[in-house]
């Protein structure tokens, strides 16, 4: 357990990997009421430091979760038992998905990545903009989809956790049908016009400088899209070709994950009508650009 400041305490999984760093980061909040945002993976040890992280005297009187990934949702039915505290969220695995990601999975694709929790149900559904209140706090549920449809960040006095969407590591994950860029891109709009002096990530370490953040990371897709325009400008290409002619010195590992970051850009390029799929909107179908 560590203290990250007062009533806000971080405990890590032991869940270290490609696509969740150090592991996931486990946040309690309060000092007598005490809420935990993204219990984890189901495991027992992690189980075992949550429960010995809450100060003798406390209570666990509310789960959060940001998102249903199976390295941030499964622990909170298991913690839920054991505390009698609700699990909430903004919904089940399938929430918040746009129009066309909703097509994209009734067509038979699938997500990639850090895997989905399909079993995922809250006992108490949050809207954006919900404000959770205990006498030790006040938090507020902001929708932030991008990274999974029914992605939560929480504000918390100048405070911000953003699950998976803003991390200082890396990147975010985005990965069709769960992940949309053009949500994505909307979700970051929304985090800057938020003042926050630190966001604490799903993942790594504090990020002690969020709009910098914020800035790198819509740069970082921005220069994203136009490499794939740039590729796209000889003929048409697939996500496997463009992501091995863009992705050049990224570590082997990861290429699964880049070439699902390329086909979210390519979804987005065909939604604004940048870009077109030569057939069926698929993975594997090539893309053209479109004349201006």
Same mark, same amino acid.
């Given at each position: ?15 270290? *990997? ?16 005490? @809420? ?15 429960? =010995? ?10 789960? %959060? ?22 699990? #909430? ?8 998905? *746009? ?7 009734? *067509? ?18 949050? /809207? ?30 100048? +405070? ?20 949309? %860029?053009? /949500?994505?891109?909307?979700?970051? =709009? ?9 966001? #604490? !990530? ?26 794939? +325009? $740039? @590729?796209? &400008? ?6 496997? +070709? %463009?992501?091995?002619?863009? #992705?050049?010195?990224?570590?082997? &590992?990861?290429?699964?994950?880049? $070439? ?5 850009? %390519? ?8 870009? !077109?799929? /030569?057939?069926?909107?698929? =993975?594997?179908?090539?893309? =053209?650009?479109?004349?201006?």
């Amino acid at each position: 357990m560590e203290q990250l400041e007062p009533g806000v305490r971080l405990v890590r999984a032991n869940n270290p *990997s490609p696509m969740t760093y150090t592991g996931t980061n486990t946040y309690l909040l309060g000092r007598h009421h005490i @809420a935990v945002i993204d219990p984890g993976p189901n495991d027992t040890a992690h189980l075992e430091a949550i429960l =010995a992280a809450v100060p003798e005297g406390a209570k666990i009187t509310h789960i %959060l979760v940001t998102h249903a990934h199976l390295d941030h949702s499964p622990l909170a039915r298991v913690l839920a038992k054991q505390t009698g505290a609700p699990v #909430y969220a903004m919904g089940d695995s399938r929430t918040g998905r *746009s129009a066309i990601m909703e097509q994209l999975a009734a *067509s038979g694709l699938m997500g990639g990545g850090e895997g989905v929790d399909p079993g995922f149900i809250p006992d108490e559904v949050l /809207q954006d903009g919900t404000i959770l209140e205990s006498p030790d706090w006040q938090i507020e549920a902001i929708h932030t989809p991008g990274h999974f449809g029914n992605h939560m960040s929480f504000a918390l006095q100048g +405070i911000v956790f953003t699950g998976d969407h803003v991390m200082g590591w890396a990147s975010s994950l985005v990965s069709p049908p769960d992940g949309d %860029l053009t /949500q994505f891109m909307a979700s970051c =709009a929304v985090l800057k016009a938020r003042p926050a002096r630190v966001f #604490y !990530a799903g993942h790594g370490d504090p990020i002690t400088d969020p709009q910098a953040r914020l800035d790198w990371l819509i740069a970082h897709r921005k220069t994203r899209e136009a490499q794939i +325009i $740039e @590729a796209l &400008r000889p003929t048409p290409a697939t996500t496997a +070709i %463009l992501t091995k002619a863009i #992705y050049t010195d990224v570590d082997p &590992r990861l290429l699964p994950a880049a $070439e699902r970051n390329v086909l979210a850009h %390519l979804i987005d390029l065909t939604q604004r009508g940048i870009a !077109a799929p /030569q057939g069926a909107l698929s =993975a594997d179908v090539p893309f =053209a650009l479109q004349k201006p």
